[in-house]
């Protein structure tokens, strides 16, 4: 998903509610990864059962966002390279 160069460029916080947050740092080379509530350039609110979907390959971002599973707020443009990132 992220390794050397995730193509972000940016932070992206997946914010999992009680589950914790997920914080990929798509600034730093290698891309790094850890659960540190930090701000972040954009950040995406959703539950860990469709955080699993996605990952999964069961979820298509876009449609999660539309159908309101997803919230986003700060750079949207970090928010449309969800689709690519999540690819298999």
């Known amino acids: 998903m992220v390794g050397e160069d995730s193509g ?7 914010d999992l509610g009680d589950d914790g947050v997920i914080l990929i740092d798509g600034k ?3 891309n790094t990864v850890s659960n540190d509530n930090s ?4 950040t995406v609110k959703l539950t860990s059962d469709n ?4 990952l999964e ?5 876009m449609t999660m966002f539309m159908t309101g ?8 443009g970090v928010a449309m390279k969800l689709q690519s990132l999540f690819k298999k």
């Open 28 to 30: 730093s080379t290698p």
């Open 39 to 42: 701000e972040a350039d954009c």
């Open 57 to 61: 390959g069961k979820g298509n971002p």
């Open 8 to 14: 972000l460029g940016k932070t992206l916080k997946f």
């Open 51 to 54: 955080f699993g979907k996605l």
């Open 69 to 76: 599973k997803i919230k986003v707020s700060g750079d949207m």
